[in-house]
């Protein structure tokens, strides 16, 4: 039975571990957020918050079940609150804030005549739509950036 | 088939007004933009697609207008 108490404590490593890959699951976003495959759906993000939730998760239960062994009571419930403020953030932005979008309920709609404009172009040149249109029509993007 | 593509400038967001895409607020330090938005218009200047995402972090990707193009003219 090694139930004395070890003045060697070990290193409770998932805690720390757990907790820079949680928080790399927030701070990375920006660079996901470049390709659509890990834009689209943020499964990149996603996981990285699971595997430093399992991880912390497993920190935590040495920390509790074995205290002479490990060590992490309080540092590592500071770490698992953060890292769920930062998962709290990160859904709330993601399956929230980045669904709020106008209804533009009086867009053009298939069928309907584009409404015509003349916009400047990079060189300062007015260009008209109805210029755009031939001989193969147009996609017209609205681009805004990433916001 | 080519593609040409052409930078137009809405500074005033007068166009996207006229097509009802302001987005009040979203952009950088709360400015109004436009939201994400694309359309096919054909030779004749009707809309024939329309795209108008659900989320902004979502936009049309140039294969899935290819296939839209490609289904029309067919």
């Keep these: 039975m090694a139930d004395k108490i070890d003045m060697n404590q070990k290193w409770n490593w998932p805690l720390w571990i757990g907790f820079a890959v949680a928080i790399a699951g927030l701070f990375s976003y920006p660079l996901f957020a470049q390709y659509p495959l890990t834009r689209d759906f943020p499964w990149a993000n996603l996981l990285l918050f699971a595997v430093g939730g399992i991880l912390l998760g497993a920190g935590l239960v040495r920390a509790f079940g074995r205290p002479q062994l490990y060590h992490g009571k309080i540092f590592g419930s500071i770490f698992a609150v953060l890292a769920l403020l930062a998962f709290g953030f990160f859904a709330h932005e993601i399956f929230y804030v980045h669904r709020q979008v106008p209804l533009s309920a009086q867009a053009p709609r298939v069928g309907e005549n584009a409404p015509a404009f003349t916009l400047p172009d990079q060189n300062g040149k007015r260009v008209a739509l109805a210029d755009l249109l031939s001989p193969n029509g147009a996609i017209l993007i609205f681009y805004r950036g990433h916001w | ?74």
């Design chain 2, 1 to 74: 088939m080519g593609f040409n593509y052409r930078f137009l400038s809405d500074e005033n967001a007068e166009v996207i007004r006229r097509y009802d895409l302001l987005h009040p607020g979203a952009g950088p330090r709360h400015t109004d933009i436009a939201r994400p938005a694309e359309f096919y218009i054909d030779s004749g200047g009707i809309v024939q697609w329309v795209n108008l995402t659900g989320n902004i972090a979502v936009r049309a990707r140039p294969e899935e207008a290819l296939r839209v193009i490609d289904a029309l003219k067919q």
